[in-house]
Each structure stands twice: as structure tokens, then as C-alpha cells.
């Protein structure tokens, strides 16, 4: 149903890759010829324990265990390092697009608008974008591409790869 869907684009954030796998998993256990918002939101709390906002928001209290534990929970629900490493560089660019954007007088509706950010998550992410100076987010993009150089050109152990990246984030 189109409220079916709302809830799954808002419970994965729009991100095509992670939407494909929640689909496929409400295909598979459905009862009916229909999904409904109720089947949504019961995935979500059996097959969501986080949503891609989390890791961002772990890492700018700089829970560090926390955001381990997310990052092995995509990871694992992927398959794929390059999803996590695009899931994680996509929450970060839109981090440094709010910056940008109060650098220049915006307020947060127009950062949410700008971004399409939904009313209902737009204050947990502007609490992420105070947590987090311009410079950092920009640091952390580079690392994160020179990270993801290295991963697909099979430099580095990606696992073990990530974590460091995640443990070094100040």
C-alpha cells in the first residue's frame, strides 16, 4: 500500500539497496497478496534493529562500540562493504550538505527540505550535524573514499578496514 511504502522509505532512509532486501523479506513472510503499513512496522522490529541514520548518530556521540555493532549489522545484512561504505558516505555528504547550508543563513526546515529529510527525523539529525565540526565531516569523507580505494582494490582486509576507520573517528 503507498502507506506501506512511506514507512519503508522512512525506516531505510531511502536507500535503494537496504529497501530491496527489506522488500524481498516482506515478499517471502507476507500472508496476503498485500503489504500493509502493519507488516512494515513489524519487519522493521524483527528484521530493523537500526536504521542507517544510527551509525552516523553513534558516531557523533562517539559511541564507538555502538557504531561497531551497527556497522556489523549492515554489513552482515548486505553482504557487501561497498553498500556500508556508500550507506555511510551518503549519511555523511548529507552532513556536510546541512553544514553548509547554516554557513550560509539556512534554517533546519530548509536543510530539510534541501535534503528531503522527513519532518519526524529532521531533529535528531540536526543534533547529529551540531555534534560534528565542517573540517571533521570533510576529513572523514576522504578517509572514508581512500578506504574505499583500498577495499576495492583489495589493499586491505574490508572488515577490519572499516573498524579501524570507525574506531578512529574523533
Known amino acids: 500500500t503507498p502507506e506501506a511504502w ?18 524481498d523479506q516482506l ?14 512496522e513489524k519487519l522493521s522490529g524483527e528484521f530493523l ?21 551497527i556497522f556489523r549489522f549492515f554489513y552482515e ?9 556508500g550507506l ?4 555523511l555528504k548529507r552532513l556536510w550538505q546541512a553544514k553548509m547550508i547554516l554557513a550560509e543563513g539556512g534554517s533546519a526546515d530548509q536543510v530539510g527540505g534541501a535534503l528531503r529529510i522527513s519532518p519526524y ?30 577495499v576495492k582494490t583489495g589493499a586491505c582486509d574490508p572488515v577490519v578496514a572499516m573498524e579501524v576507520f570507525l574506531a578512529g573517528v574523533r
Open 6 to 23: 512511506q514507512v519503508l522509505e522512512e525506516q531505510c532512509s531511502g536507500v535503494g539497496r537496504l529497501i530491496d532486501a527489506c522488500l
Open 27 to 40: 515478499i517471502l513472510y507476507s500472508d496476503g497478496p498485500t503489504i500493509d503499513q502493519e507488516a512494515v
Open 49 to 69: 534493529r537500526f536504521e542507517p541514520f544510527d551509525l552516523t548518530e553513534a558516531l557523533a556521540y562517539r559511541d564507538i562500540p555502538k557504531a561497531l555493532v
Open 77 to 85: 545484512l548486505e553482504g557487501d562493504m561497498a553498500a556500508v561504505i
Open 88 to 91: 555511510l558516505h551518503w549519511q
Open 121 to 150: 527525523r529532521l531533529s535528531r539529525f540536526m543534533n547529529q550535524v551540531k555534534q560534528f565540526e565542517r573540517a571533521a565531516v570533510e576529513k572523514f569523507l576522504e578517509e572514508l573514499w581512500q578506504l574505499d580505494w583500498k
